[in-house]
Each structure stands twice: as C-alpha cells, then as structure tokens.
C-alpha cells in the first residue's frame, strides 16, 4: 500500500468518527494542536520516528502530553496510530484530515506569492477570480518573496502557476543558451 494511501486511510476515518460523533470541530481544532505540538517539539518528532521504543511506551507518552487538553476521539485515535506504528506519518495524516474537510466544505487553499506586497484590493480580486475559476471558496495564503524580482507565483496543492518575472528570464537564458 502507497503512503499516500495510508494518510487517506486514517484520515477518512477520523472524519468520518468525527462526524459520527458530531464532534468535527473539536476534532479539526484537535488536529491543529496536534500538529503544532509535533512541529514545535524535536523530542516528540524523535519518539514518532523511533523504531527502538516500544509502542506501548509511546501510547504512555502521547496520553501524558495530549489527555484532557484533545477530545477522546483524537487520543484515541493517536493510540491506534502508535499501535499500528503509523506514528511517523502523522503529520501527513493530519494533513489528509485536513484536506479531506477542506473538499466537503468545498474549501481551497491556495498560496500566493509576490514579489512586494499587495494591496487589498487586488488581493480580494484575486481571490474572487480564482473561486470564479476553480468553482470553490478560496482561502488564499499571500506571502511575498523578493527574488520574484515582479510577478506572482500562484500554488493549488501540488500545481505552482508561475508568473514571475524571475522564471521569464530563466526560460529566457535558457532558450538563448541552446541557439
């Protein structure tokens, strides 16, 4: 079975738990702390990819950090995970979760880069233009990056949509290159 196949897996279920319970928003809050705790903590990133401790040991570990600041679900859910050693892809699991809930609530995140910052007004007529397009709510990500040089690198999950003026004259230098 593919990775990526695993994260769909596991996140399906949670959601679909979650719905069962009528619990999605606590869960969509847990999986937010969840993340942020893995992000943030090197030790625990070491327990979730470390063969050598047992899992009964890291199902000890996951109760003292997360029971009573998560819903059961999750801490249960966290327990299945370390059981069935899925603990190294936890991340990209709570990453599917989050992704799964974005395609019900018919959500899509986009991130846009520019090479200076945009006004609001263009940034709302780019939003617009793009839930127009894509037929979804936008919630768009705007960050800026210099090296752009002028432009806009638009990114839809796995797709970059790359206007900048920097890729130009890259595929530029390149053409000239083999003349």
Known sequence: MSTKAIFTRYAHALLNQAERLNAVPAIEQDVATIRRYVEQSADLRMLFRSPIIEYWR????????FQGSVHDLSLSFLHLVVEKRREKYLVQILDAFQDQLDIK???LRVGITS??????????????ALSARTGKTVLPTFTTNQD????I?????????????????AELREQLAHT
């Open 115 to 128: 090479a200076q910052p945009l006004e609001d007004e263009l940034q709302a007529k780019m939003t617009s």
């Open 148 to 151: 752009l040089i002028a432009g």
């Open 58 to 65: 890291k199902k000890r570990i996951v109760t003292e950090i």
């Open 153 to 169: 690198s638009v990114t839809i999950g796995d797709t970059v949509i790359d206007g900048s003026l920097r890729t130009r004259l």
């Open 105 to 107: 609530r018919n959500l």
